[in-house]
């Protein structure tokens, strides 16, 4: 069973940083393309950053120059470092992982939970 478990979330006055973490279970973060989504209160679900398995990467023009989306295959993990944060960036963060030549993202963590304060 693949298990996707996201911390580093919290409370930050706006400018501040934090960078979130995705820790993958089991081995197979190698082959698989990640993303992390944001839903902020009464919005839908948005991608926000994704890195394929390759490490090549792409952002949500909303934070394109202030978040960068990493991974690092041996730790199983997949970090996503969010810079001069907004108001708006507030949401429940969840990182998600996507099979090969699966058009979806297969598995999903639980989320964790970004607040920024004016």
């Known amino acids: 069973q693949v298990q996707l478990v996201e911390s580093g979330g919290g409370l930050v006055q706006a400018g501040g940083s934090l960078r979130l973490s995705c820790a993958a279970s089991g081995s197979f973060l190698s082959i698989v393309d990640m993303g992390w989504y944001r839903q902020a209160p009464g919005k839908q679900r948005e991608l926000v950053a994704a890195i394929t398995r390759g490490s090549s990467t792409n952002y949500d023009g909303s934070v394109k120059g202030r978040f960068t989306i990493s991974r690092d295959n041996a730790k199983n993990t997949v970090y996503l470092q969010m810079n001069s944060l907004k108001p708006e960036d507030t949401g429940i963060y969840f990182c998600?992982?996507?099979?090969?030549?699966?058009?979806?993202?297969?598995?999903w963590g639980r989320g964790t939970q970004v607040t920024v304060s004016s």
């Open positions: 998600a992982a996507r099979l090969p030549l699966h058009p979806e993202y297969d598995y």
